[in-house]
């Protein structure tokens, strides 16, 4: 069957609300407010849900893949943005390179857990 997917979105959530707003702002990423003490972030035709809620376990436990077209451009790009510098618990790693693409991993101040990478064809 096709499902004639358009999107798909996960909800996020995040310890200091405001906080993780400002660092998905200075990611690069555009904001839409909605209701409910939660925003919409995108980029392009893609995005996620970024909620004022915390639950440790959750938050902890979570990890999205971004796949991008060029994982040592982008790498480039988010050094230069210094987010480990301007955000106590963010973590940047260097990019790690496997038999089935290259990533990094980028920690948000709540500690979500993004793999950014590019798969090999």
């Known amino acids: 069957m096709n499902h004639n997917i358009k999107s798909i979105r996960t909800f996020i959530g995040a310890k200091d609300y405001n906080l993780s707003?400002?660092?998905?702002?200075?990611?690069?990423?555009?904001?839409?407010?909605?209701?409910?003490?939660?925003?919409?972030?995108k980029s392009g035709d893609f995005g996620f849900y970024l909620q004022d809620a915390y639950v440790k376990k959750w938050v902890d436990n979570l990890m999205l893949f971004l796949e991008v077209d060029n994982v040592e451009q982008h790498f480039i790009y988010t050094k230069k943005l210094n987010?480990?510098?301007?955000?106590?618990?963010?973590?940047?790693?260097?990019?790690?390179?496997?038999?089935?693409?290259?990533?990094?991993?980028?920690?948000?101040?709540?500690?979500?857990?993004?793999?950014?990478?590019?798969?090999?064809?």
């Not at 707003?21 to 972030?41: A, C, N, T, V």
């Not at 106590?88 to 990478?117: A, C, M, Q, T």
């Open 21 to 41: 707003r400002q660092f998905y702002l200075d990611f690069g990423f555009e904001e839409i407010k909605i209701p409910f003490k939660m925003s919409y972030f």
């Open 83 to 121: 987010l480990d510098v301007k955000y106590k618990n963010v973590r940047i790693s260097e990019i790690h390179y496997n038999d089935w693409g290259n990533e990094y991993f980028i920690h948000d101040p709540s500690g979500v857990l993004w793999h950014i990478g590019t798969f090999n064809n």
